[in-house]
């Protein structure tokens, strides 16, 4: 403390008293006009506050007063389905009712479409009705057929929707277009055509296996394809595939035994592997009578089988119908001789001595048998 005041007395020792009037001469009061400054501006604040706030509530006010007036809340009713029978009779009354004696109203069917689904009245759209209302009752007979089809929508849906595809089903055609052309189904004997033609076309190219099964295919479709059977077995029979052609023989002969030239090939193929050549020919001789070829082959084959008195009857049968074959004399000779009728062995020996068709081989037998029953 007393360092203190010695600090003081310094000071005023050293400044003087001169010093000390003349800071007191400097030293000047605030006016009044700046002490009383910030209560102006905090009332100019506020001021603008109340006009900024005063210019917002009159602008909501004028939005309100334009704004588009609101309807009334809509309400939703009950959707629940009554409860009914699922059969019921639609009122005789209302079948009855006619133009003149009783107009529909408009309300008459909303019953049932307000069972149905949810409907949304408004208050506003009572004076829509009106029109509905003349609408409906300048149609009352189209009214009321509406109104009988709404009631009895609800019999039995499950059997009308079941009538209904029945009834497009049977009268939808048999075949439908497809990007405009219409597909139509083939028949068998079509379907086996298409399948010759590309078989033909595949041996034209030399694809044998393809047309193979195309040929197989054919006659599978149609049996009766002689055209198609006859190529499959000749094309097997080229391919050294005999037992194939035997089998396809055959079937051909079980589906139509009058095919003599098929009968033929056929017994050949079985002479050649021991099987029934003579039963295949004696099946298909009904309808050959008038083939001389098929009856001198069948005159062959039973005189390999030592039956050389039909054989000799089925050489004069071909002989009737082409008498200028050297063969088929030679062959009367043959079983007639075997036979045991000598002179006439020797005649049918002359005779296919004197017709062309010979080889010199067969020549030099007949001479030798000519010699022979000569002596």
């Known amino acids: 403390m007393s360092l203190i005041n010695k600090m003081l007395q310094d000071l005023d020792a050293r400044g003087g008293g001169a010093a000390s009037a003349v800071q007191q001469a400097d030293v000047k009061s605030v006016p009044a006009g700046e002490r009383d400054r910030r209560p102006l501006v905090v009332g100019g604040a506020a ?7 005063a210019g917002g509530w009159f ?16 309400t939703v009713q009950g959707n629940r389905i009554p409860d009914r029978p699922r059969f019921q009779e639609p009122p005789a009354a209302a ?37 509905a209302t003349k609408r409906v009752a300048a ?30 089903a049977k009268a939808a055609p048999s075949a439908a277009p497809v990007d405009g052309v219409v597909l139509r189904e083939l028949t068998p004997k079509q379907a086996s055509e298409n399948s010759y033609r590309r078989a033909l076309v595949a041996l034209q190219e030399g694809r044998v296996s393809a047309a193979l099964a195309d040929l197989d295919k054919a006659v599978e479709l149609d049996p009766r394809n002689d055209a198609a059977r006859q190529t499959y077995v000749s094309l097997l029979l080229e391919n050294r595939r005999t037992d194939d052609a035997i ?13 003599p030239g098929l009968a033929m090939v056929l017994a050949r193929l079985q002479l050649e592997k021991g099987g029934p050549a003579l039963d ?21 084959v039973l005189q390999r089988d030592q039956r050389h008195a039909e054989a000799a009857q089925h050489y004069r049968d071909a002989l009737a119908i082409s008498p200028s ?24 020996y002359t005779r296919a001595r004197g017709n062309a068709g010979l080889t010199p081989e067969l020549k030099a037998f007949v001479d030798k048998k000519i010699e022979q029953l000569s002596r």
């Open 139 to 168: 149609n009352p007979a189209k009214a009321a057929r509406s109104a009988d089809s709404e009631e009895g929508s609800t019999v039995d849906m499950p059997a009308m929707v079941a009538a209904r595809k029945a009834a497009r």
């Open 325 to 348: 074959n050297a063969i088929w004399w030679m062959g009367l000779g043959i079983s007639l001789q075997a036979d045991q009728h000598l002179p006439e062995a020797r005649e049918a």
């Open 280 to 300: 295949t020919l004696l099946k298909t001789l009904p309808y050959a009578t008038a083939n001389a070829d098929y009856q001198a082959f069948l005159a062959g």
């Open 59 to 74: 602008g909501w006010q004028y939005w309100q007063s334009h704004r588009a007036p609101m309807g009334p809340v809509p």
């Open 47 to 53: 001021a603008g506050v109340l006009v900024l706030a």
């Open 247 to 259: 089998r396809q023989l055959r079937l051909a002969l079980g589906i139509e035994p009058r095919q």
């Open 95 to 131: 079948k009855a009712i006619t133009p003149a004696t009783a107009p529909l109203h408009a309300d008459a069917p909303s019953s049932t479409a307000a069972a149905q689904e949810v409907v949304v009245t408004e208050a506003s759209a009572a004076p829509s009705t009106a029109p």
